[in-house]
């Protein structure tokens, strides 16, 4: 890493942390020009971004796919976008990359896939409001389920003799 993009990256990590989004984006934008190769800063990039309202939500997704594809083994960089997705109501995308997350960091797998499950439960419902139906509902529910068992290491029959 060249000590130009270290020290961008070492200031818009001190800028996100006192909630200067705009200040940080600015700092990783440069450490981003400076090493384009530097997976942390396009995920510190994508990071402040979330706090600058003119960075389209594209561009957002672009940055956290540049940080996982210069440094696909870091579990962080697939849990945000993964976050970021279902806050979008890309659920797909979000599970997908949420399960790469746990296969990654297998010891803190149930944490991601409980996050999948609680974000899909909540936020599904809200994004599919115009289809949901009983049957859509139930749908939902049963996703939502599936990972929360599985967060838990619950086979679905054990599940239901337990309750």
């Known amino acids: ?3 130009a993009a ?6 818009g990590e001190q800028a996100l942390g006192q909630l200067d ?3 940080a984006y600015k ?3 440069k450490a981003t020009k400076a090493d384009p190769t ?8 994508a990071e402040a971004a979330l706090g600058v309202p003119k960075v389209e939500a ?3 997704l672009a940055l956290y796919k540049k940080a996982i594809e210069l440094d696909g083994e870091n579990p962080q960089y697939r849990d945000a976008l993964a976050s970021f997705c ?5 659920f797909n995308e979000a599970e997908e990359q949420y399960n790469a997350a746990a296969k990654i960091d297998e010891e803190n797998a149930p944490f991601y896939w409980s996050e999948f499950a609680i974000q899909y439960a909540r936020k599904a419902p809200v994004i599919m409001a115009q289809f949901l139906d009983d049957k859509t509902r139930d749908m939902i529910r049963q996703k939502a389920l599936t990972y929360a068992l599985k967060a838990l290491g619950l086979e679905r029959e054990d ?3 337990l309750l």
């Open 1 to 3: 890493m060249t000590s």
């Open 6 to 11: 270290e020290a961008d990256i070492s200031a």
């Open 21 to 23: 989004y705009d200040a």
């Open 27 to 29: 700092h990783f934008d």
């Open 38 to 45: 530097n997976a942390v800063a396009f995920f510190g990039k």
């Open 58 to 60: 594209e561009v957002i």
């Open 86 to 90: 279902g806050d979008l109501g890309r």
């Open 159 to 161: 599940a239901k003799r």
